[in-house]
């Protein structure tokens, strides 16, 4: 069982433009939403998380827009630049005691900022 | 940088050896996470650690043991290695549960 589902698996943008990228997830006892980006031949990095009490957070030209009741969240990436082209994973994780602290990611989405 | 340290960095093996791959970070943190990642399906967890001597199963875990004897050393190890196993393979730390992970930079593993 897939627990977080992404989309697109692949992503073209004009330089400029905006990226979107979902996630969905089933586990309601997630509690912790991330979203790591990756550089070929570099490990995944964090680039901005987002917790289930508020419903958006915005860092620069990254923004997470969160949807509780649908168990989704995405990825909005504003004024996309070339610098941007990598691999976008997003995770869940869940904090309910005991020894279940996996963190578990979307298959990632693999994306491309045209010039 | 987290300091954390994967080796080797890469390996080539044979099909029926054991390959241990060694995890080191010197950041205390509680938490150290095994992953792979192949082509079209993403970071896979294998084993995670929770604490010294405390491990549990990932959803790939099968031909996979771990072992934390030490905070600092999380050991991976393929007991027969297989071709199906040749990906690369990223460790990962995190301080407490539900905060941001630090990953290492791979072992590219092939096996053949």
């Known amino acids: 069982q897939q627990q977080v589902k992404q989309s697109p698996q692949s992503l073209i943008v004009q330089k400029g433009g905006i990226s979107i990228i979902n996630c969905a997830y089933e586990n309601t006892a997630f509690d912790y939403f991330p979203w790591y980006q990756q550089f070929p031949g570099k490990g995944p990095a964090l680039l901005i998380a987002i917790r289930p009490d508020v419903s958006e957070k915005k860092e620069g030209r990254f923004t997470i827009s969160f949807n509780k009741s649908a168990k989704q969240f995405s990825l909005h990436i504003m004024d996309s630049q070339p610098g941007d082209s990598a691999t976008y994973f997003c995770a869940a994780s869940e904090n309910s005691g005991g020894s279940n602290y996996k963190l578990t990611f979307g298959k990632g989405t693999l994306l491309t900022v045209n010039p | 940088d987290a300091g954390i340290t994967q080796s080797p960095r890469h390996k080539v093996t044979e099909t029926g050896t054991p390959v241990t791959l060694r995890c080191h970070q010197t950041?205390?943190?509680?938490?150290m996470y095994w992953y792979r990642q192949d082509p079209g399906h993403g970071l896979r967890l294998i084993h995670y650690?929770?604490?010294?001597?405390?491990?549990d199963k990932g959803e790939v875990s099968d031909g996979y043991s771990v072992s934390r004897s030490k905070t600092e050393d999380f050991l991976l190890t393929l007991e027969s290695a297989t071709s199906s196993q040749t990906s690369v393979y990223f460790c990962?730390?995190?301080?407490?549960?539900?905060?941001?992970?630090?990953f290492g930079q791979g072992t590219r593993l092939t096996v053949v």
């Open positions: 650690s929770y604490g010294v001597k405390d491990t």
């Open positions: 990962a730390i995190r301080k407490t549960a539900n905060t941001e992970a630090f």
């Open positions: 950041e205390n943190h509680r938490y």
